[in-house]
């Protein structure tokens, strides 16, 4: 079985207070990004041993702590699963504020049940999802949510920007979510996200922020650059995703997003949501 895990967007981030757990609770709103890796998940060969094959962008850290090999062996560990072998090949920027990772696990979750025919509901699976990372709940609905709690609650939301022209620059940072975090200090928002965001996309320049956004650029300039390119552009809205260093704009009414002149070594997706 050959699946396409997707990344994400945030739309706006509010830190808003500190948890018992040592996590935070925000408010976001996750849409989507067609910006995939590809997964493939096939039973193993008759007397072999779970195994998974890496190609693409290098991921930092031992293959044996891939989020796809987590997801097996949380399910292996409930339904006595057979051995399986997977591939992954990496497309999406690590550590870009993107969900890259989180994707890839919930989309292993998702493929193991439908292959071994475990005939889990989306509840459950987005049960173990949670168990794998904050993010990773959101991949199991994987359309537009208002999301609160650890960012693994969910309100479905109405919000729909299918079509819309968008750009998402990495300019090669790395920001580990766990640092990102450490910059911020959790507070009351100052606009209630999901008015905000149901008022004409326009507005949300001025009433939609991350806060990741705020406490990192001062450290990292080159995100503040992005985004006035962004903004000088034509975007309507342009923001950092999640914890960054993604910076993404939406140009709505455009066929496709502008050509900008970036340094080299960035990634870049254009294309529509
Ligand atoms: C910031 C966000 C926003 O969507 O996305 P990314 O920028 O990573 O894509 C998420 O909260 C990232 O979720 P995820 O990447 O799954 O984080 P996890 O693995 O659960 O946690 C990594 C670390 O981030 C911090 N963390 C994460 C989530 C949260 N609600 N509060 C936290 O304080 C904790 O320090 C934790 O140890
Ligand atoms: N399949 C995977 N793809 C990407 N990163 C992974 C994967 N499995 C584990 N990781 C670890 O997760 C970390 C961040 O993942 P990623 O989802 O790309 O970040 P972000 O949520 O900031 O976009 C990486 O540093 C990497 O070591």
Same mark, same amino acid.
């Not at 199991?140 to 693994?152: C, L």
């Not at 968008?166 to 090669?172: E, F, L, M, S």
């Given at each position: 079985?050959?699946?396409?895990?997707?990344?994400?967007?945030?739309?706006?981030?509010?830190?808003?207070?500190?948890?018992?757990?040592?996590?935070?609770?925000?408010?976001?709103?996750?849409?989507?990004?067609?910006?995939?890796?590809?997964?493939?998940?096939?039973?193993?060969?008759?007397?072999?041993?779970?195994?998974?094959?890496?190609?693409?962008?290098?991921?930092?850290?031992?293959?044996?702590?891939?989020?796809?090999?987590?997801?097996?062996?949380?399910?292996?560990?409930?339904?006595?699963?057979?051995?399986?072998?997977?591939?992954?090949?990496?497309?999406?920027?690590?550590?870009?504020?993107?969900?890259?990772?989180?994707?890839?696990?919930?989309?292993?979750?998702?493929?193991?049940?439908?292959?071994?025919?475990?005939?889990?509901?989306?509840?459950?699976?987005?049960?173990?999802?949670?168990?794998?990372?904050?993010?990773?709940?959101?991949?199991?609905?994987?359309?537009?949510?208002?999301?609160?709690?650890?960012?693994?609650?969910?309100?479905?939301? +109405? @919000?729909?920007?299918? *079509?819309? /022209?968008?750009?998402?620059?990495? &300019? !090669?940072?790395?920001?580990?979510?766990?640092? $990102?975090?450490?910059?911020?200090?959790?507070?009351?928002?100052?606009?209630?996200?999901?008015?905000?965001?149901?008022?004409?996309?326009?507005?949300?320049?001025?009433?939609?922020?991350?806060?990741?956004?705020?406490?990192?650029?001062?450290?990292?300039?080159?995100?503040?650059?992005?985004?006035?390119?962004?903004?000088?552009?034509?975007?309507?809205?342009? +923001? @950092?995703?999640?914890? *960054?260093? /993604?910076?993404?704009?939406?140009? &709505? !009414?455009?066929?496709?997003?502008?050509?900008? $002149?970036?340094?080299?070594?960035?990634?870049?997706?254009?294309?529509?949501?």
């Amino acid at each position: 079985m050959l699946v396409f895990p997707n990344a994400k967007l945030n739309l706006g981030l509010y830190i808003t207070s500190q948890r018992p757990d040592g996590f935070r609770n925000l408010e976001s709103v996750f849409v989507p990004l067609p910006w995939t890796d590809a997964l493939e998940v096939l039973p193993a060969p008759a007397g072999a041993a779970t195994s998974l094959a890496l190609t693409g962008i290098p991921i930092p850290g031992e293959p044996a702590t891939n989020l796809c090999l987590r997801a097996y062996e949380l399910l292996q560990a409930d339904f006595n699963l057979p051995p399986a072998q997977l591939h992954l090949h990496k497309v999406v920027p690590i550590g870009a504020g993107l969900g890259g990772g989180s994707g890839d696990a919930a989309f292993a979750l998702r493929a193991l049940n439908e292959l071994f025919d475990l005939k889990q509901t989306s509840g459950v699976l987005e049960n173990y999802a949670r168990r794998l990372g904050s993010d990773c709940a959101f991949f199991i609905r994987n359309k537009p949510v208002f999301a609160y709690e650890r960012g693994d609650v969910f309100e479905d939301s +109405s @919000l729909d920007l299918t *079509g819309v /022209a968008c750009k998402v620059i990495y &300019p !090669g940072l790395h920001i580990s979510t766990a640092e $990102a975090y450490s910059h911020v200090q959790p507070r009351t928002p100052r606009h209630d996200l999901r008015t905000a965001i149901s008022q004409p996309l326009e507005t949300w320049r001025d009433t939609i922020r991350n806060d990741f956004e705020d406490a990192l650029t001062p450290h990292y300039p080159v995100l503040g650059e992005i985004k006035t390119q962004l903004y000088a552009a034509g975007a309507a809205y342009a +923001s @950092l995703s999640g914890s *960054g260093s /993604a910076v993404y704009g939406l140009f &709505p !009414g455009q066929e496709t997003p502008p050509k900008l $002149a970036l340094p080299a070594g960035y990634q870049v997706w254009d294309g529509r949501l």
